[in-house]
């Protein structure tokens, strides 16, 4: 399975933003152990859970990204949602399965949600933020 650390490369350089991107891995990470462990009730509850926090991380952005007028506003929006219906259905599928190796594989699914965020999407708007000073280099 995938090996879930921060990385300094990860960080936008918006405080909240980076701490809501550290608690979405760390959520991820113990998912992670859960399936290692065979539980998959707690598996199914911390995904329930990342997918909560993963909307209220996404509403959180989005203010922030209104207030400091990014440019392609709607169409981060439109990859939030096309996220949140990938992890939504991935987590459905999660819930029908029995084994730790099909557990493994939708585990797969969820990590790349957290990738898809962050690296295609967030980053994206680091470098309209630091050219209009919000953010250090």
């Not at 608690?23 to 992670?32: A, E, F, P, S």
């Not at 699914?109 to 898809?116: A, C, N, P, V, Y």
Request: some cysteine.
């Amino acid at each position: 399975m995938t090996d879930l650390q921060w990385h300094k490369f990860l960080e936008i350089g918006v405080d909240f933003i980076d701490e809501d991107h550290k608690k979405l891995l760390n959520i991820m990470v113990d998912t992670k152990a859960a399936i290692e462990e065979g539980d998959n009730n707690k598996c199914i509850v911390l995904l329930t859970s990342l997918l909560k926090e993963a909307r209220e991380h996404f509403d959180r952005e989005e203010q922030y990204l209104t207030e400091v007028k990014y440019p392609s506003l709607n169409e981060h929006k439109k990859c939030h949602k096309d996220l949140l219906i990938k992890a939504d259905t991935t987590k459905r599928v999660c819930e029908g399965i029995e084994t730790k190796h099909e557990l493994k594989k939708c585990f797969e699914g969820m990590t790349e949600f957290l990738i898809d965020d962050i690296l295609r999407g967030d980053i994206r708007f680091k470098s309209y933020l630091e050219y209009h000073g919000y953010i250090d280099k």
